[in-house]
């Protein structure tokens, strides 16, 4: 038996997410709260882990590879086969800001929207309303779940960092990629990504750029698209050559 002491156990947590740098911060916050977790980098993957293991809530990035939270959660509400609860709590997790986005979170049956970059004392707040349910609302505790400020110690900031830059080549090799290919849709999808990291780091001159770009290709304007791409990506390059002065 092992002498390490157990957290305290609140609930046990699925998170969807395959930012690595969100993850890691979601994960510092639920532990910090005395939940546990386990991670799904796409819906398809989540979908999985709710058929095969029990899980109080779950934490659900919109926009994933193979399928996106959307799908998977309407896929949870629909699903009519033993394993998984379809009525189990599911909280967005998005850097999606407008009301119809929002909207199309809560019509894919989400029950709470939380928008990246949030705090950790918001995240638990939620979680914990989440889990108390809209007609239980007497069991909220009088006292929510004390958390620390969120100064993260100098060695997880240095993790997290070293992880969002390891991310750059591949982000500007995929922006690039993109723009050769005239791809609107995936520079959307890898503007949106890269700015919910940005966020999180508080790097606002590159989450700017992220959501210029990202607002653009919404917009239908795929030669301004291209513009803020190329614009990030220059950026991106000077921010390499500076590290690896």
């Given at each position: 038996?092992?002498?390490?002491?157990?957290?305290?156990?609140?609930?046990?947590?699925?998170?969807?997410?395959?930012?690595?740098v969100?993850?890691?911060v979601?994960?510092?916050?639920?532990?910090?709260?005395?939940?546990?977790?386990?991670?799904?980098?796409?819906?398809?993957?989540?979908?999985?882990?709710?058929?095969?293991?029990?899980?109080?809530?779950?934490l659900?990035?919109?926009?994933?590879?193979?399928?996106?939270?959307?799908?998977?959660?309407?896929?949870?509400?629909?699903?009519s086969?033993?394993?998984?609860?379809?009525?189990?709590?599911?909280?967005?997790?998005?850097?999606?800001?407008?009301?119809?986005?929002?909207?199309?979170?809560?019509?894919?049956?989400?029950?709470?929207?939380?928008?990246?970059?949030?705090?950790?004392?918001?995240?638990?707040?939620?979680?914990e309303?989440?889990?108390?349910?809209?007609?239980?609302?007497?069991?909220?505790?009088?006292?929510?779940?004390?958390?620390?400020?969120?100064?993260?110690?100098?060695?997880?900031?240095?993790?997290?960092?070293?992880?969002?830059?390891?991310?750059?080549?591949?982000?500007?090799?995929?922006?690039q990629?993109?723009?050769?290919?005239?791809?609107?849709?995936?520079?959307g999808s890898?503007?949106?990504?890269?700015?919910?990291?940005?966020?999180?780091?508080?790097?606002?001159g590159?989450?700017?750029?992220?959501?210029?770009?990202?607002?653009?290709?919404?917009?239908?304007?795929?030669?301004?698209?291209?513009?803020?791409?190329?614009?990030?990506?220059?950026?991106?390059?000077?921010?390499?050559?500076?590290?690896?002065?």
């Amino acid at each position: 038996m092992s002498d390490k002491p157990q957290a305290q156990d609140h609930g046990h947590i699925l998170v969807a997410e395959d930012d690595v740098v969100v993850q890691m911060v979601v994960r510092k916050i639920l532990e910090d709260a005395g939940y546990t977790m386990d991670l799904a980098v796409d819906g398809q993957e989540a979908v999985t882990a709710l058929e095969s293991a029990h899980y109080d809530l779950v934490l659900m990035d919109c926009f994933m590879p193979r399928m996106n939270g959307f799908e998977a959660t309407e896929t949870i509400r629909n699903a009519s086969y033993a394993g998984i609860n379809p009525e189990i709590p599911v909280i967005a997790m998005t850097g999606l800001t407008e009301e119809v986005d929002q909207r199309r979170c809560l019509d894919a049956g989400m029950q709470r929207v939380i928008s990246k970059p949030f705090n950790a004392q918001t995240l638990i707040t939620e979680i914990e309303q989440c889990l108390a349910g809209p007609e239980d609302t007497d069991s909220v505790p009088d006292q929510p779940i004390k958390l620390k400020p969120q100064i993260w110690d100098d060695d997880f900031l240095d993790s997290v960092i070293d992880e969002f830059l390891e991310e750059v080549p591949k982000v500007i090799k995929d922006l690039q990629q993109a723009v050769d290919q005239g791809d609107a849709v995936q520079l959307g999808s890898i503007a949106h990504r890269f700015r919910g990291s940005s966020d999180i780091l508080n790097a606002s001159g590159l989450s700017a750029r992220s959501r210029v770009l990202e607002q653009a290709v919404k917009a239908g304007e795929i030669e301004l698209a291209v513009t803020h791409a190329t614009e990030l990506i220059a950026e991106l390059h000077k921010l390499t050559s500076i590290l690896a002065e």
